[in-house]
């Protein structure tokens, strides 16, 4: 499995969160991670554990970011 089935998989089982912003894959420290962004801040045993232990043999970081809004398009 790549890390973009990997980070799909996981979306999969986190999108029921309220808390959820995006599952994504992205580069840190020179390795691709999978980045879960939340909403506020969440401690839970399931993040707990995927920070630790990774998801699918990938690392995992958890970022909170708050929520995402649609923005208007400015006039040119």
Avoid: C, H
């Avoid at 986190?14 to 390795?31: I, N, Q, S």
């Avoid at 506020?40 to 990774?54: C, F, H, I, K, P």
Wanted: aromatic letters at 10%; hydrophobic letters at 40%.
């Amino acid at each position: 499995m790549d890390i973009y089935a990997a980070a799909d998989e996981l979306n999969t089982i986190l999108r029921e969160y309220d808390w959820l912003t995006a599952v994504a894959v992205g580069g840190l420290d020179e390795k691709e991670v999978i980045f879960v962004y939340t909403r506020r801040a969440v401690r839970n045993q399931q993040l707990d554990r995927l920070t630790s232990e990774g998801w699918k043999g990938f690392d995992v970081k958890v970022e909170k970011v708050g929520r995402a809004r649609p923005t208007r398009a400015q006039p040119a």
